[in-house]
């Protein structure tokens, strides 16, 4: 089995920060993809950043998070982060971390938390 746990959601103000962290456990061989995705309200999910096992030269982003969100990685670990800067109070969203799992015993899974949400509001 594999879980996935997200923390550092919460509320502030537009222009201001947020640094969230996931971290994968349980029958982890290997992960290939750790990502962050966002749902709002009446939308659908959508991808926020991944990330390879490559590290940080290997990530892509939404072209409404460029240049101000930064997605990072510690492999040994087994943990993502999204340093959040310059919040507009359309991130506003539950977000989600993904990590794609090789197992011990050869399978893969995409593995899913349960999100945390973040709220940019004035």
């Known amino acids: 089995q594999v879980r996935v746990v997200e923390s550092g959601g919460g509320s502030v103000q537009p222009g201001g920060s947020l640094r969230l962290s996931c971290a994968a456990s349980?029958?982890?061989?290997?992960?290939?993809?750790m990502g962050w995705y966002r749902q709002a309200p009446g939308k659908e999910r959508e991808l926020v950043a991944e990330?390879?096992?490559?590290?940080?030269?290997?990530?892509n982003y939404a072209d409404s998070v460029k240049g101000r969100f930064t997605i990072s990685r510690d492999n040994a670990k087994n943990m993502v982060y999204l340093q959040m800067d310059s919040l507009k109070p359309e991130d506003t969203a539950l977000y989600y971390c993904?990590?794609?799992?090789?197992?011990?015993?050869?399978?893969?899974?995409?593995?899913w938390g349960r999100g945390t949400q973040v709220t940019v509001s004035s």
């Open positions: 993904n990590a794609n799992v090789r197992m011990w015993n050869g399978q893969t899974r995409d593995s």
């Open positions: 349980g029958s982890i061989f290997s992960i290939h993809v």
């Open positions: 990330v390879t096992s490559g590290g940080s030269g290997n990530a």
